[in-house]
Nanobody, 124 residues
Framework: QVQLVESGGGLVQAGGSLRLSCAAS????????MGWFRQAPGKEREFVTA????????YYADSVKGRFTIARDNSKNTIFLQMNSLKPEDTAVYFC?????????????????WGQGTQVTVSS
């Protein structure tokens, strides 16, 4: 019954910016940690960033630290991923996920709900 829907993906030039959104519905998400993962063609899904219910603490993969920022609007059950200084290697399908635990996790198996993903393509 819980549904997470990503939006905002598209084609951008290297060095550009993009903002992804994830709207959650069909349940309550109080005290749930939420995060973003991505999967490039032929590769395994990997952790990008996550945040607690309060927004602190946050965690970022080394590959995106300083370029990506996670934010959440709990009143609207929505999380965002602001991506700046995009690189071709950022090309992937981006997924949002929700974890019933308060503390954010970097492990795929710890997340309870997943969106279907949105494609981000960065040209050189």
């Amino acid at each position: 019954q819980v549904q997470l829907v990503e939006s905002g993906g598209g084609l951008v030039q290297a060095g550009g910016s993009l903002r992804l959104s994830c709207a959650a519905s069909g349940g309550t998400f109080d005290n749930d940690a939420m995060g973003w993962f991505r999967q490039a063609p032929g590769k395994e899904r990997e952790f990008v960033t996550a945040a607690s219910w309060t927004g602190v603490p946050t965690y970022y993969a080394d590959s995106v630290k300083g370029r990506f920022t996670i934010a959440r609007d709990n009143s609207k059950n929505t999380i965002f991923l602001q991506m700046n200084s995009l690189k071709p290697e950022d090309t992937a399908v981006y997924f949002c996920a929700a974890d019933r635990r308060v503390v954010p996790s970097l492990k795929l198996a710890d997340y309870d709900y997943w969106g279907q993903g949105t494609q981000v393509t960065v040209s050189s």
